[in-house]
């Protein structure tokens, strides 16, 4: 049983790797898309959050954010996406528009799964979830 805990848990490291990797990878295409066909300019915005808006405690905060011709998208790119990331999605939106003044003119999830509570938590929102499956 120990020999199959320790492959069971070399397996779930690699898959997590895997996820992580794949997730940058798809994150890297879809700003080149973006940027060179529409004509997006992409940006990582990084505050701290020092009244633990988004995630309960002060932390940094981090979203995609694309620009062009005044519009304005917050997008977020996950291997995975659950109620959960939407909700926290929505407080990265809102600690962005009390730090910045400005409304996004859309909210965009991008993801090859979202789990179906995520998707009706994301139409409650507002928020676009496009996705594969």
Known sequence: MEGFDLVR???DALGSRWGLMAEEAFRDGIKGLLEEEFGFKIEKWVRYDESGIVFGYPSDVDVD???SDGRLILL???????SSD???FKRKAEFYVEKTGRKPDRLMMVTPYADR???EAAARFGIEIYTGV
């Open 9 to 11: 848990r070399h397996i």
């Open 65 to 67: 954010v694309a620009v």
């Open 76 to 82: 977020e790119v996950a291997s995975h996406i659950r």
């Open 86 to 88: 939407v909700y926290e």
């Open 117 to 119: 509570k995520a998707l």
